[in-house]
C-alpha cells in the first residue's frame, strides 16, 4: 500500500490543492479587532449554506474561550491554543503536507510566534484546503473524517491510529447548525468511517433538544447521501462539569441520539458512560476545564474510538 504521507504530498504538488492560498491566510502586520459570535437559534437566522467557501472576511470568529486550557496532552512540545494549531496547520499545507501525519511539535518556529486569532471562515477555509488535498492524494488508503467542535478539534493527531489517513474537520466553538452547512467541505473524499460529535455548544447556545435533532437528523441525512459507503459512528455528547449545561438534558439527548443512529444504521459510540462520575457529571480527571478533554479523557476517548477502527478495517 502507497504511504499516505507521499500520497497527501503528491496531491498538493500536482494541483489538487496547489492554488495560491487565499488573504485571508496572509499574517497581517496589525490583527484585526475580534468580534463575538451571535448565537443563532433557527435555520431563519443562520448563514445560508454554500457550496464554495467566500473571500470576504468572516465576522463569525471563534471564542478565545473555547480552546482547551492548560492543555497537557504529553511533555511533547504541541501548540496549545487555537492560533498555535492553526498556524501549524496552514504551514504544514503550505509545505505541501497534511498535519495528522506529521509529528506534533512540527513548525514550532511559526506556531510559537503565531499571535492572531483565526476566524471561522478561515478555519473553514483551511479545513477545504485540507480535504482537497486529501481527496486528490486518497488512492486506496482508508480515510476516518473526524467532525464536530473544539473536542473534536483538539484530538491529539499522535493518538490516531497511523495506518491510515486522518482528516479532522473540527471547528472549536461549532454548532450542529454549522456542522450541516459545512458538510460539503469534504464531499468530495471518500471516507470509510466518520466520526461526529456535535451539540455540547447548542446547549451553551440555548438551542432546544428538538433544534439540536433536527439538526443531527439532516448531518446525517445528507452525510448518508454524500458518503454512502462510510460507517458513520455518532459519538454521544459528552458529560461536563458545567452548571450551564444540565446533564439530565445530556443524558435525554444522548438517547434520542441512540435511537437515531438506528434509524440511519449508523454506529452508537458512547463515551458519556466511560467519562461520567457517579454524580452525573464529567469525571474531574479528565477535564481541564469541566468541558475540553485533558490528556486522561483523550485517552478514554482514544481507547473507545481504536475499537471501531479494529471492526472497521475488517469489514
Known sequence: MSDPTLLAVLALSQGAASEALPPQFV????????????????????????????????RFEVQPDNAPTATEFSYTVRPTSGTQLYAQRLAALRSGRLYTRLPVNSYQAIWRKATRQPTYQQWRQLLTLEARAVAGGQGNNRLSVMLGDSLSMWFPSDRLPSNHLWLNQGISGDTTWGILQRLNTFANTRPSTIYLMAGVNDLKMGYTDAQIIGNMQKILTRLRQMHPQAQIVVQSILPTRTPRIPNARITNLNQTLQRLSDRYQATYLDLYSQMVDYDGFMQAGLTTDGLHLNARGYETWEWQLRQVETVVARR
Open 27 to 58: 499574517e497581517p502586520t496589525t490583527p484585526p479587532a475580534v468580534s463575538q459570535p451571535q448565537a443563532e437559534r433557527s435555520p431563519q437566522v443562520q448563514p445560508s449554506a454554500q457550496s464554495s467557501l467566500p473571500t470576504t472576511q468572516a
